[in-house]
């Protein structure tokens, strides 16, 4: 009865909360409206009066031409009144993004303490228009101050699993753009397929990128689809996704990863792997599709012992990628996992025990901090850092080393205490590819995590002093897409968590509030209609039932 009741109350506080004319997700820092609104239409221009505003600008132009059907006349020198302006207006905030919006009569002005600053005011605007096409918009009267809490605010996702084309991959930035998040990693490799370009191993492609069959249903399996999946993103497209990021002031961060998880790369040159001519192993419980005998690219998912060796050859091999990898991308981090890297073969190679010994390391474990250390090395030299999973801890941390913590905040906590830089990214919080409800409608990989649940994450661990503190930079959900295998159901699992973790990355602690958060939902799930983004509607009826036959991978919107 208590929850039917619960049930009842919070479609009722959808149906009777009006709606709002001010609606901004994530909370700005101070916002006060007032009665009125300015109209824009075709007629309206934006005046760049600072220099450098020209993302801005554009991404509102596409933005408007996509939804309403019109563009703006953008002009360099105009008139104030009447018209949409950008401008600069210094505040010494510490992290980019902070800015000033006014709307009145006169028209709409938006002030950035930098170029960041003005493009995200630019997103504040957005979410002020209406959500139905229309070819006068009214804009409420309001006036904003407002400014990011933490630096490194961040989305990943998994193409390894499931492959999603450079046109999606667009749009998922925009996503990430129109939350005011700036970083997007990009989880290129994996057993299941490698998904870049490396133009010196072009097997990495044309056999790494390619499986020959995925399990259906839940792991281990109900059988297998048979059919040859997998795609990559060639060296052009990543150039361009790499722009097209930056335009949106997003940081993508490209993620390689080792010494596990590579299945995939083994299958394409074995001399990679501590056995390579051993046969790719997988569970008896697991459907196998294809040919038995040889290197192969996984069709399931887990953890599998076949792992790179830390030979002369691998490593030759890894500063040739990544190589390529730092000619495409320019961000300060590349990722490199090494998460989830067994050690059976390692202990089973006596290379590897040889290896142990010689430098005088003490156990495998031991092992994976030389190979992580030998990478980071590579690349410290090549002016980039590196980025690992919690993993890299184990054995010693390599000396300039940031940690992203999943397996919990431990490992953040550990590597803030040691005064290396930490993304948190614990499971428990930011992991969507967990089930939203106890009764999901499709299969996911197990888990649970709420809309509140997301909301409700703070970042910085109670375990750490002020001092410890600064070196937590922020934090990132993951989108893991084993069961993800087409738009529609990624949405559906990114929306409207995505939503919440935006205003626990920017909004300062004092501004969240979950009451506030969940009226507003009615507002964004307008929006979400309007701009035909899939998403979970859980948090309006969550009695839904669970998918066991295959279908599971095909969630569509209700």
């Known amino acids: 009865m208590k929850k039917i009741a619960s049930i009842l109350l919070l479609a009722l506080s959808f149906i009777t909360i009006q709606a709002q004319e001010v609606c901004i997700i994530p ?56 018209n949409i302006v950008l401008n600069y207006y210094k505040m010494e905030y510490p992290i980019a993004g902070a800015y000033n919006m006014h709307v009145n009569k006169d028209g709409v002005m938006i002030e950035g303490d930098n170029a960041t600053g003005t493009f995200y005011g630019i997103q504040s605007l957005i979410q002020l228009l209406p959500a139905e096409k229309t070819s ?34 667009k749009k998922y930035i925009d996503f990430i753009a129109m939350h005011k998040l700036n970083t997007f990693q990009w989880h290129l490799t994996e057993d299941q397929g490698w998904r870049i370009e490396i133009k010196k191993y072009p097997k990495l492609t044309s056999v790494g990128a390619y499986r020959n069959g995925t399990i259906v249903g839940r792991f281990p399996g109900k059988s297998n689809d048979g059919i040859r999946e997998g795609g990559f993103y060639t060296q052009a497209e990543i150039k361009e996704l ?48 294809g040919p038995t005998n040889g290197k192969y690219v996984q069709q ?21 990628v990544l190589d390529e990898v730092m000619q495409l991308f320019p961000s300060k981090y590349i990722h490199i996992g090494g998460d989830e890297c067994p050690k ?16 005088n390391l003490k156990d495998e474990h031991g092992l994976q901090s030389y190979f992580i250390q030998r990478v980071e090395k590579y690349l410290n030299g090549k002016g980039r850092q590196i980025i690992g999973w919690d993993e890299i801890l184990e054995g010693g941390l390599a000396p300039n080393a940031a940690v992203m913590s999943w397996r919990g905040e431990k490992g953040g906590i550990e590597a803030a ?24 409608d499709s299969v996911t990989i197990g888990g649970y995590l709420t809309l509140k649940m997301v909301y409700d994450y703070e970042p910085i661990p109670k375990q750490l002093s002020k001092e410890d503190e600064k070196y937590v930079l922020g934090a990132q959900a993951n989108l ?16 409207p968590r995505l939503t919440a973790l935006s205003e626990v990355l920017w909004s300062s602690k004092e501004n969240k509030n979950w009451n506030n958060f969940e009226k507003k939902l009615a507002t964004q799930f307008k929006r979400y209609d309007f701009w035909n983004w899939n998403y979970s509607k859980v948090i309006l009826d969550p009695t839904t039932k669970i998918i066991e036959d295959q279908n599971e991978l095909s969630t569509v919107k209700k």
């Open 27 to 82: 909370q700005p820092s101070k916002l006060v409206s007032s009665k009125g609104n300015f109209n824009i239409t075709n007629k309206t221009q934006i005046v760049l009066a600072g220099s450098g505003l020209e993302k801005s600008s554009a991404f509102l132009n596409d933005f408007l031409e996509k939804f309403y059907g019109f563009k703006l006349k953008v002009v360099s020198k105009g008139d104030f009144k009447n």
């Open 136 to 169: 006068s918009l009214a804009v409420p009267f309001v006036d904003i101050e407002d400014k990011p809490r933490f630096a490194y605010r961040g989305m990943m996702l998994d193409v390894g699993r499931h492959f999603f084309p450079a046109s999606y991959i």
């Open 242 to 289: 790499v722009k097209y990021a930056a335009d949106r002031f997003v940081t993508i961060i490209p993620e390689i990863e080792m010494p596990g998880h590579a299945s995939a790369a083994i299958a394409a040159y074995p001399q990679l792997s501590c056995f390579p001519d051993s046969s790719t192993k997988h569970s008896s419980k697991t459907p196998w599709s």
């Open 300 to 320: 399931t998912w887990g953890v599998f012992e076949d792992v790179f060796a830390p030979t002369d050859y691998t490593f030759n091999f890894i500063q040739d």
């Open 344 to 359: 059976t073969a390692w202990k089973k190679s006596e290379f590897c025990q040889q290896l142990i010994k010689d430098k």
């Open 417 to 440: 205490k040691q005064k290396h830089k930490v993304i948190m990214t614990p499971t428990t919080y930011v992991y969507f590819d967990y089930s939203q409800t106890k009764h999901e």
């Open 480 to 495: 893991w897409t084993e069961y993800i295998a087409n738009s529609s159901k990624l949405e559906y699992m990114l929306f």
